[in-house]
């Protein structure tokens, strides 16, 4: 399997953030893993974005890694050929789950990861680390590596999913991205994605949206100062899902509607990027 994926370009917040000082990933992940957190998604123009961030509290910190502080990632979900996954997202089902391979660009780390839904509706995140090194493509190993096979069915079963036997689940969708990451002095994150692009992994359906920034605050379930800001500026959360969105984007027969209001969204960026939220 090869990757059809282009790789995100180079464009992202990073001259917006060059003025906060940087932080190194591995004082951001003893601080702020929040692998069990609350997830709050917001759909800002590029405009919007820039005086968000303008805004950030005092004491503010961005993750720099080598010299760099916007990253590549290429996300390849997996869902089976009936949709499984996209159907549980579509029907808001207590037992929903994600699967996906995720490429560090700029590292070159590959790991699966499962996204489910904990106590207090907490998103929690497993993963497992892919050697890149094995194989042609890290992504095979899902397919032909009897442990990782194995590591995905322990975790899903663990987090209540009921059984899936992995060898049902496909590449379906590819998402990239560029993402930068700041922490608050409250220890939450928020991340900020542009440059998002959608592909369907037979290459027949895809679009890429450099009208719009996602803004992501993460937290221990409390809404932190970002919210709080973003709130008292018109913005809320929204529903957006960079997997189901983008399935319902590319495949208008898709069921939609919980997604309705959101692709109005992102189709009125499009026309017009001035949007003040």
Known sequence: ????????????????????????????NAVASLQQRCDRKYILSSQAADHFLAHLPENTAVLEIEGKLGFGYDSTYLDTGDLLCFGLAATRRRHRFKVRVRHYCDSDQWWLEVKTQG???????????????????????????????????????????????????????????RRSTVLLPDGSRVTVDT?????????QRSDQLDCLVIVETKTTGHACAADVWLWSHGARPARISKYATGMAWLTPKLADN????????LHTLQENNNDIV
């Open 258 to 265: 919980r997604w309705h209001r959101t692709l109005t969204r």
């Open 1 to 28: 399997m090869t990757t059809t994926m282009l790789t995100p370009t180079v464009a992202s917040m990073s001259d917006t953030l060059s003025h906060l000082p940087s932080i190194g990933l591995d004082h951001l």
């Open 119 to 177: 106590n207090r509706g907490l998103t929690v995140k497993d993963r497992l680390p892919l050697d890149g090194s094995l194989t042609t493509d890290p992504r095979d190993r899902l397919m032909n590596d009897s442990l990782v096979a194995g590591w995905l069915a322990a975790t899903l079963a663990a987090r209540g999913i009921t059984p899936v036997a992995t060898h049902r689940l496909l590449p379906t969708l590819e998402a990239a991205y």
């Open 195 to 203: 440059n998002l692009a959608w592909q369907s992994h037979d290459n």
